[in-house]
């Protein structure tokens, strides 16, 4: 029972902070600073995301087929490459190394 308690309590918290979203005043949203920081958030956090899912496993600091994969992507995106590819050649690294042997 406590357990949905806790579950509604979260929803509500996170319903009253979209909320405040609509309280900020446009002139704060409209100001060219607030948009370089909100996108500097963004790639901030996509990029700890990745690392996060691409070193660690449960809560343990790994090194897998996932660092390989990784890695390649990360050579595609240093050419350009368009971003389907960047995702191919990633897979392709990890099953590479998966067939190498790697776990």
Same mark, same amino acid.
């Given at each position: 029972m406590s357990l949905w308690i806790w579950v509604l309590v979260a929803a509500?918290?996170?319903?009253?902070t979209k909320l405040l979203g609509y309280l900020v005043?446009?002139?704060v949203l409209a100001?060219?600073?607030m948009s370089r920081v909100a996108g500097t958030l963004t790639i901030g956090l996509?990029?700890?995301l990745t *690392? *996060?899912?691409?070193a660690a496993t449960g809560t343990a600091v790994v090194l897998d087929a996932r660092a390989g994969a990784l890695a390649a992507a990360a050579v595609a995106l240093w050419f350009?490459?368009?971003?389907?590819?960047v995702v191919l050649v990633g897979a392709?690294?990890?099953a590479g190394l998966r067939l190498l042997g790697w776990p």
């Open positions: 509500l918290l996170a319903y009253l005043p446009a002139k100001n060219p600073r996509l990029a700890s *690392v *996060v899912n691409a350009k490459a368009p971003f389907l590819l392709l690294a990890a």
